[in-house]
DNA sequence: TCTAAGATGGGT
DNA sequence: CCCATCTTAGAA
């Protein structure tokens, strides 16, 4: 079992970068660490998505400031957690300075510890591949639910540790589900770790 | 007020 | 392929 308490927590300046698609590939193999419930779980991400609220109609805060994306105007460094299709918690991390709505949707985790607990919140006929393999289940398998919206980053319920993990290489290509978008739908701004066996959905084929 | 649609996932 | 399930945003 690795012991995450020598790993630094990511410092805010990380998360207030001005570059979103920078920090979506940075996120990968970085550890998402949650301690929910008395529970503590750790996943690696895998697999990312930029979301620009200035240039990107996919971006739920594109052009718009409404109650539920008030938060991803907020400085970097907080969680945007919102319900989807009135089941699922996608969990996503607010980056940039205030007033400029970007964020990171984190859309596969590798269980890293806490595996029990995963099993446990996702159900016994889950797969183990299954556990954290799409933003939705990752959500369910890590405790974070919508009601951790807004949590700092930078505490001790939600965070996120460099483990030094540079050996691997990142693919890239077209986010999931956002066909709504138009052109916009095209941008290569989903990132994963080639070859793990946890991203959600594999590359096309070019 | 009313309603359509949604950054999904699990089952047939 | 189908559908659960409910908030949100935008229309009326």
Request: proline share 4%; net charge neutral.
């Amino acid at each position: 079992m690795v012991d995450f308490s020598v790993y630094e927590k990511l410092p805010l300046a990380f998360y207030t970068n001005p570059n979103v698609v920078e920090v979506a590939k940075q996120l990968l193999g970085k550890y998402l660490i949650t301690n929910i419930d008395g529970n503590m779980t750790a996943g690696k991400i895998v697999e990312t998505e930029a979301y620009n609220g200035r240039n990107d109609k996919a971006c739920h805060a594109y052009h718009k400031r409404t109650p539920r994306t008030e938060v991803m105007y907020k400085k970097g460094g907080k969680a945007y957690v919102y319900l989807c299709y009135g089941i699922h918690h996608l969990f996503n991390i607010v980056t940039n300075e205030e007033g400029l709505a970007d964020a990171v949707l984190v859309r596969a985790v590798e269980p890293m510890m806490g595996v029990e607990i995963m099993q446990e919140r996702r159900g016994p006929k889950v797969k183990y591949k299954k556990l954290s393999a799409g933003p939705g289940t990752l959500s369910q398998a890590l405790g974070i639910h919508h009601q951790y919206n807004e949590t700092s980053l930078i505490e001790d319920t939600i965070w996120i540790v460099d483990g030094n993990e540079h050996s691997f290489e990142i693919e890239a290509d077209r986010r999931v589900g956002v066909d709504y978008a138009g052109e916009d739908a095209l941008r290569p701004w989903r990132f994963f770790i080639k070859g793990n066996d946890f991203v959600s959905v594999p590359k096309r084929n070019p």
